[in-house]
Each structure stands twice: as C-alpha cells, then as structure tokens.
C-alpha cells in the first residue's frame, strides 16, 4: 500500500528496483494497491473497444499462438479485406451501444497493396459517418501507411510487442522485437496513439511479463491489452494448460503499477477469470475488449455494460 501511495504521489518503479513485491505480496494487498492507484489515474471509467476481423487467414508469420499463421491448420475462414459496408454496419452497431472504440484487425505481416487502400477507403467512410474513435490493427506498416491511416480518420494503431524480448524468439521468429518497435515509433511518429500489449501463458517467465511491462512503459505506451493464452487446436501451443485466475488477476495488478496512468486493457482469456473478469476491472483494469474477438469468444457487450452498471463503473461517453 505504501508503494501505491508513492505512485500516487509521483514516483516510478523502475527495472533496478526491488521488484520482489509484485510476486511474493499477497494476492489481495497487491490488488488493493492497483485499486488505490486505478482509482487516482483512472477514475471509475472503463474504456470498451471492440474488434473486426477486417482480413482472414493466410498470414505468412510463425507466431505459435496465432490460429491465423499459414503455418497452422486450425481451420480458420480465410477472405481479403471486408467490404465497406459489413464494416460500417458493425461499427454502427457498436457506437449506437455505447462501446467506445472500433478497430479493423487484419491478418498478415503487414496490410499492403489492394487490401490497404481498401481499408484507407473504408477508415474515410467510418470518419464521416461516426463518431466512434477509430484504431487499426494491420502489422508492420511503414512511415506513409501510417501517416495515411492517420490522415483517414484513425487515431490510434494497435501493435502488441507480446512478450519481453527475451521470450519473443521462442514464439516468432519470421520477424523481429526490434521491427515491432519500429513499427511503433513510427505509429507515434505518425501522430497516432499506440495500442501495445501482450499475451500471457505462453510459457513465459513472471520475470518476462515484468519486463513487458517496463518495455511498454518506456515507450509511452497508453493502452495495454493484456491477452491470456486460449490455446487454439491447431497452433503450436495447443496443448499449454490455461494460467490459474491469480496469476492473470496478479498480472494485471503488476501492470497497472509499472504503467499507473495507462488503461490495462482486459483482451483474449477473460472466460479464465471468474465474474467476467469483474476482480480484475476493480483491481487495475481500467479498459476491456467486449464484443466478439477474432478468433476466440469473448463476453459480449450488453452483459459487459451490466456488468459495469453493478460494480458501479462506467465507459466514457463518446
């Protein structure tokens, strides 16, 4: 508790310091200082986005996890970039319910080609007509990609490191960390926010989620979507038994105090958490993915807006 009111107050933890809290504190003391923290920064606002799975399949990358890479037989829908109109109406559906964000996911190293300028075409439309904040979701983009997505109407792209760098050889190795840092620096370049976080229950280390979380912290990074692993039949790690609920709820406390002003963004996994996750929306989660995600099943949004109505919690209006 002392060491959130010193949060609180100004200071920073920092990779030096004695970081044994975070692991060997009670469950319950820790959460209460991700609490007192979320409360300062955060308020009582939880920030909902939702996704569209934009392009399907056929990703050239290895990552283990993904149930999209080519390399795996998961029997996943495969389809260029949607049309603009089964985008628009999705993105209508979620503005008229109060959700906060829209976001076209694609699958593939990068959006290039035919299906970039069919998003760019697509993002002008959702501009004109919505007023739902708009994020984009389309790999290791280069400098003008980015500076056209922003000049579209998005104003925040979505680049999750996944792991500390590390670990991350042990899950992809068709592209690099350091191309993902890239990427997001060239988003912030660009004049976008980015959205960055990672997937736990990979076989990663507590010492490998901790340096996520400095990594994010040292890039600025505002919006961090913790994702817990649902191993997908099919992928390379299928057969990872899922993490315990106190090791994702005491995940997402160590998040909130190495990144206190940032919204710890509840993703993939809450189905491990018991009450919808609610523990953790209490507890250092100032931000949810609702709605249904790409490849996995997610809560869905009117049970997230009761959900946020009985813990006394609200999403921030448009």
């Not at 829209?102 to 007509?129: C, H, M």
């Not at 990074?221 to 315990?244: M, R």
């Not at 507890?283 to 609702?290: D, P, Q």
């Not at 946020?308 to 448009?318: C, M, R, V, W």
Request: net charge positive.
């Amino acid at each position: 508790m002392d060491i959130a009111e010193k949060i609180i107050a100004g200071e920073r933890l920092k990779p030096s310091d004695d970081l044994n809290f975070l692991l060997n504190a009670p469950l319950e003391e820790l959460q209460a200082g991700a609490a007192l923290i979320q409360k300062h920064f955060c308020g009582n606002h939880i920030d909902l986005c939702t996704i569209i799975n934009g392009k399907s399949g056929r990703c050239s990358e290895n990552c283990k996890y993904c149930a999209q890479s080519a390399r795996h037989k998961t029997g996943i829908d495969e389809y260029d970039f949607l049309p603009t109109e089964k985008i628009l109406a999705a993105a209508l559906a979620n503005e008229r319910v109060g959700v906060n964000r829209f976001s076209i996911v694609t699958s593939g190293r990068a959006l290039d080609g035919e299906n970039f300028e069919r998003a760019i075409a697509a993002y002008k439309v959702l501009r004109r007509q919505l007023k739902i904040e708009l994020c984009a979701s389309h790999g290791i983009l280069n400098a003008e990609q980015l500076k056209r997505l922003r000049a579209a109407g998005v104003n925040r792209y979505h680049h999750n490191l996944e792991t500390s760098r590390r670990f991350f050889p042990h899950i992809c190795t068709t592209h690099t960390y350091d191309e993902r840092i890239a990427t997001i620096k060239l988003a912030q370049a660009a004049g976008l926010e980015v959205c960055s976080g990672g997937i736990i229950g990979m076989g990663e280390t507590w010492q490998d989620r901790i340096d996520l979380a400095f990594e994010l912290a040292a890039l600025g990074i505002q919006s961090i979507p913790v994702n817990v692993l649902n191993a997908i039949k099919g992928t390379a790690l299928e057969n990872l038994k899922p993490l315990s609920p106190e090791d994702i709820l005491r995940t997402i406390a160590i998040f909130r105090y190495i990144n206190p002003t940032a919204n710890v963004r509840l993703a993939a996994g809450r189905k491990y958490l018991p009450d919808n996750g609610a523990s953790a929306l209490l507890h250092g989660a100032s931000a949810a993915i609702t709605g249904n995600m790409l490849t996995t099943s997610n809560n869905n949004i009117k049970a997230d807006m009761k959900l946020l109505a009985e813990l006394g919690l609200t999403n921030k209006p448009l």
